[in-house]
């Protein structure tokens, strides 16, 4: 009898014959009604899947990620369903879940958009309401392509002919409706939950621009309608903190046709832009770093050397210099590589630590740009740390403490940490990633802090830790990473010479703090709804007059907070102060100082503060002071 180890460690013993669903039984038959799959090794199956081995096993239900995954793959079923009652000369496409939801990709010669899913969803509603059982079989593939010949499906057609010799070609039936598919699912219609359709999209098949122009139909779906509720209302509030409305909004950056999917900083933006860099550069002095700068544009046999060419190749801008193939560089360490093999190198001179902000390009499709979130030119805050081998560890251990101080500045203490090991195509041998794996696991347990493990999610040179920043709604976005890698200093043969006056290798930590500054931008501006901190805010105060004569006055106090160091702007209009406090409350500067007669005669500013309302009338020196500690405080609350 098969021997079931569970998550807490205990067992229990099934029949040859049991299935996974029989497995939870056993268990407690409130967590069997409550399943909608479970894990075998591992690895998602359904319920019905066969239990006819030793094996680790835990039971899904949808509360958990796993288990809510599988629900939205279902309830993406059910969509595809629905669309085919309504439009059957629709071609189905995929159809995945997705982080909070799910699509499917279609072709069909109606439009959609919004007015249709009111419809579909009354007709997935009715599907769900059968409680049809999703139910797998599996055909060889010549019999799998004739079936998919027959219905007209060119899509699945093609999958079916491109999956590996070998593997399973299962196909999920739920009443009428038969999809190509490898699971799993929960065990019924009725098991989709609250589910909502929210947006459509185009999108090309198999991501390629050549290919067929599909239309992607975006869908969500919870456990229960209050959940979906709570979502849809925060899918609400992110509309409203849509970087690309704000940036917009508060004249921080635009994008225009002249040059699609690269950036346009405005003064307001630049400033912003100016307060996180220089932030950076201050923090990475202190901590032992120097700065460095390579060039934008290096021969292409350099990324043949390091191994950027057979992944990056297809997304790198290229130009020819003097009969010579050049790239534009998409990531900066391989002339970081170039730079440390430009001298010779003492077991003395470790660790070096350079850091670069460094631009670099990659040409991604006009389908996948997203404001500032996905853009083709970005600048990464890069740095390359080189050291000795038993210097590992203090130097991650390091990075990731850096990594937590910057983030706290940011006003960020909520975030993931995922350990990401060898992908299946990598370089280096199994010696150095087991020697770079090993590191990372030692410095995380050092610092006594809990990751998920992502197996094969890996850089192709070496495993990687990285940190997911979760914001105020509670979605995560992927910033930093250390990567550590021992084959790029071989590939370039890069040596130091040590005690032994041997000549040796170091080690390669690949780092970034913010990831990309344009998107670490756009996060920065959802997080805060465009309220940025004091410190970070491209205008900290506006200075503004009540009437013409107070004009010259209020250039003056502008001039005296501009020379201590804060960014101001004036606001001298001859309009009511009902009008300059709204301006300056859409705006979301932090501080507002009005003069008027009172305040010119009493030498005083009318100050207010963003959140906080009229704080009464200061001394100019005052005003002066309480911004300036307000921005020293870092995003602390104002006094």
Request: charged share 30%.
């Amino acid at each position: 009898m098969p021997v079931l180890t569970l998550p807490d460690g205990n067992t229990i013993e099934v029949s040859a014959n049991a299935t996974a669903l029989d497995a939870a039984g056993r268990i407690g038959p409130r967590l069997a009604g409550a399943a909608v799959a479970a894990k075998l090794d591992g690895a998602v199956v359904d319920l019905g899947a066969p239990v006819d081995r030793d094996a680790r096993f835990e039971v899904l239900t949808s509360a958990s990620e796993d288990g809510l995954a599988v629900m939205r793959h279902s309830c993406a079923h059910v969509m595809a369903a629905a669309v085919l009652r309504l439009f059957p000369e629709t071609k189905l496409a995929i159809g995945p879940s997705i982080r909070d939801g799910f699509y499917y990709d279609v072709e069909s010669e109606h439009t959609f958009s919004p007015e249709d899913f009111a419809a579909i969803e009354a007709e997935m509603a009715k599907i769900a309401e059968a409680a049809l059982p999703f139910e797998r079989y599996e055909l060889p593939r010549e019999e799998a392509l004739v079936l998919a010949r027959k219905a007209g499906d060119k899509f699945k057609a093609e999958l079916i002919r491109d999956l590996p010799e070998g593997e399973a070609i299962s196909f999920y039936k739920t009443g009428d409706f038969e999809d190509l598919c490898r699971g799993p699912h929960v065990p019924s219609t009725g098991r989709v939950g609250a589910f909502k359709l929210v947006s459509v999209a185009g999108a090309y098949w198999r991501g390629d621009s050549r290919r067929e122009q599909l239309q992607r139909i975006y869908g969500t779906a919870f456990v229960d309608r209050k959940a979906l509720e709570a979502h849809l209302a925060r899918l609400e509030e992110a509309k409203k903190r849509d970087h690309r409305r704000l940036g917009v909004d508060l004249d921080l950056f635009s994008f225009h046709e002249e040059a699609p999917g690269f950036p346009f900083w405005h003064p307001r933006g630049t400033a912003l832009w100016n307060a996180i860099e220089s932030f950076w550069r201050r923090e990475h002095l202190r901590a032992g770093y120097q700065e460095i700068r390579t060039p934008m544009i290096l021969a292409e046999e350099l990324w043949h050397r390091s191994g950027h060419w057979d992944k990056y190749r297809e997304n790198m801008y290229f130009v020819d210099i003097d009969d010579r193939s050049f790239a534009v560089k998409p990531m900066n360490c391989p002339g970081g590589l170039v730079l440390v093999g430009s001298r010779r190198w003492s077991y003395r001179d470790f660790p070096i630590r350079w850091c670069e902000m460094g631009l670099v390009h990659r040409h991604e499709l006009s389908g996948v740009l997203h404001g500032m979130m996905r853009v083709r030119a970005f600048t990464q805050d890069d740095a390359h740390i080189f050291c000795l081998p038993d210097q590992i560890n203090a130097e991650v251990v390091g990075v990731m403490e850096f990594i937590f101080h910057i983030y706290r500045t940011f006003g960020f203490d909520d975030y993931h940490i995922e350990l990401s090991t060898r992908p299946e195509r990598r370089i280096g041998t199994d010696a150095m990633w087991d020697a770079a794996e090993n590191a990372l696991e030692r410095a995380l347990k050092h610092l006594k802090i809990d990751y998920q493990l992502n197996p094969g999610d890996g850089a192709f040179y070496g495993p990687k830790i990285d940190f997911h920043i979760r914001d105020c709604l509670g979605r995560t976005w992927q910033a930093g990473t250390v990567q550590l890698d021992f084959a790029m200093p071989d590939r370039f043969d890069i040596e130091y010479v040590d005690r032994d006056d041997k000549r040796k290798r170091p080690v390669m930590i690949h780092r970034a703090l913010l990831g990309s500054f344009e998107r670490f931008v756009a996060l920065l501006v959802e997080h805060y709804a465009g309220a940025l901190p004091t410190w970070l805010s491209p205008v900290q105060v506006r200075v503004a007059s009540l009437a013409d004569r107070h004009v010259e006055k209020a250039k003056e106090l502008a001039a005296r907070l501009a020379e201590a160091g804060l960014r101001v702007e004036t606001d001298l209009a001859n309009e009511k102060i009902g009008a300059k406090v709204r301006t300056w409350s859409l705006a979301k500067v932090p501080y507002l100082a009005l003069l008027g007669d009172r305040e010119i005669e009493a030498g005083t500013a009318a100050l207010r503060v963003r959140g906080v309302g009229d704080v009464g009338a200061l001394p100019i020196e005052e005003v002066v002071a309480r911004i300036e500690r307000d921005v020293q405080s870092r995003g602390r609350a104002p006094e």
